[in-house]
């Protein structure tokens, strides 16, 4: 079905898991990248990010000669882009490493050749990214054209998958397929059923866009609503992980818990795509980002409140969500920038189990460190814990005697109520 191949151009949290799920099926895949570093380390079987069970899939597929990387794009039948879809400082999407990965596949594109693009895009990019390859190859009919049959089918399948279980859901779960045409879906779909298991459901490339937005904003406004319940409980002198167990005993409300912010790629970023789509339609998307965008501040206001303009902080977690090595977009890294500005007199050590090295934003400070757990707890004044890595799960009310702790994840709670410890 696909004898010449599948290019995957973009090697992150997505390209390189889906270019592993296709190779393990015995499918030929190329990856494009132009970092020079992932694709030697990719070639050499090994993976530039943390992912359970991802070394495996790669190291195989690779031994098996299925999978290999490049930084130039080679003649196949099918190619995925899953490039970044990041927001400029404005909040407006910035499209240009989709029009980059598009132009890069228009050279070698030839009658028949499915297009797919995965990465997360306000409505109407999968119908752009048509429009920019027909500027590159006029000697092509793009389905965007509305001239009945094309040389080049063009689809939209947003990924759905949780970091720390891409591996399987990549699988396992439910895909959406949305062509510009039904015929650019079946085509597209048709990638998916080589290795996907859930249910592929068609439609078209704008409405698959939307929902997968949907999907993102429908989370942002539940984890804002929990966010704005924690500054109440605050105002208050309320404990809101009480409040909220409470409140979720009823059989009709699951509301979620609270945190430093939102992070990642997808969460943090997708909701302005609506909001630039529509502005005067989406009051309560924004104001949900909005909510969601000022928890870092309110987080650093309160530890500034306990801390002494000298104190030695110990900042647990970096990264976005739990147990990853993914530092897009995470409040954690915010939250330590805005303490080094208003504490410049501080010592901020940063616990991060799954990276080796500060990020560009943090290497570059003075009064901010790496270090592991216990050389941060001995040294601390106080403890801000950001992320509820499972490395921290064991800290008990001796790792925190004598310590201020702000716990935005409510993961300390039972080592620093005495309510919870003696129940």
Avoid at 67 to 75: G, Q, W
Avoid at 164 to 191: S, Y
Wanted: with cysteine.
């Amino acid at each position: 079905m696909f004898d010449n191949g599948i290019v995957v151009v973009g090697l992150g949290y997505i390209g390189l898991p889906t270019s592993a799920a296709i190779a393990t099926q015995g499918v030929s895949v190329t990856g494009i990248d132009v970092r020079r570093d992932v694709v030697d380390a990719i070639n050499l079987g090994k993976v530039p990010i943390v992912e359970p069970d991802l070394d495996v899939a790669v190291a195989g597929a690779v031994a098996l000669g299925t999978l290999r990387a490049t930084t130039e794009v080679p003649s196949a039948d099918a190619f995925m882009l899953a490039v970044p879809t990041p927001s400029d400082a404005g909040k407006a999407p910035d499209l240009s490493y989709v029009k980059a990965a598009a132009e890069s596949i228009a050279p070698v594109l030839k009658a028949g050749d499915v297009v797919i693009l995965e990465s997360t895009s306000p409505p109407g990019t999968t119908r752009r990214v048509s429009e920019w390859i027909a500027a590159a190859r006029p000697d092509l009919s793009l389905p965007h054209q509305g001239e009945g049959r094309h040389d080049i089918y063009v689809a939209h399948c947003p990924e759905r998958v949780l970091p720390g279980r891409i591996m399987v859901e990549i699988v396992e779960n439910d895909r959406l397929v949305g062509g510009i045409t039904r015929a650019c879906a079946e085509r597209a779909a048709e990638v998916y059923s080589l290795f996907c298991r859930g249910e592929i459901v068609l439609t078209d490339a704008t409405t698959a866009e939307m929902a997968k937005l949907v999907e993102n904003s429908f989370r942002d406004v539940n984890i804002a609503f929990a966010n704005e319940l924690a500054g109440i409980c605050d105002h208050l002198d309320l404990d809101v992980w009480e409040v909220i167990d409470l409140a979720n005993k009823h059989p009709r409300v699951n509301i979620l818990k609270p945190g430093p912010g939102v992070g990642g790629h997808c969460i943090a970023v997708d909701p302005w795509f609506i909001v630039a789509a529509a502005p005067e339609q989406s009051r309560i998307i924004r104001t949900a980002r909005e909510i969601n965008d000022a928890r870092p501040h309110a987080v650093v206001a309160q530890t500034v409140s306990l801390a002494k303009p000298d104190s030695t902080i110990a900042v647990l977690g970096l990264a976005f969500k739990a147990n990853v090595d993914d530092l897009r977009e995470s409040p954690a890294i915010q939250i330590v920038e805005l303490l080094d500005e208003a504490l410049p007199d501080a010592r901020l050590l940063a616990v991060e189990p799954h990276v080796d090295a500060l990020p560009p934003s943090l290497a570059g400070r003075d009064s901010v460190s790496l270090a592991p757990l216990g050389t941060a707890l001995a040294a601390a004044d106080v403890v801000l814990l950001l992320v509820d890595h499972q490395a921290f799960m064991d800290l008990t009310l001796a790792d925190l005697r004598d310590k201020q702790v702000v716990d935005t994840r409510g993961l300390l709670k039972a080592a620093t109520n005495p309510l919870e410890r003696t129940s």
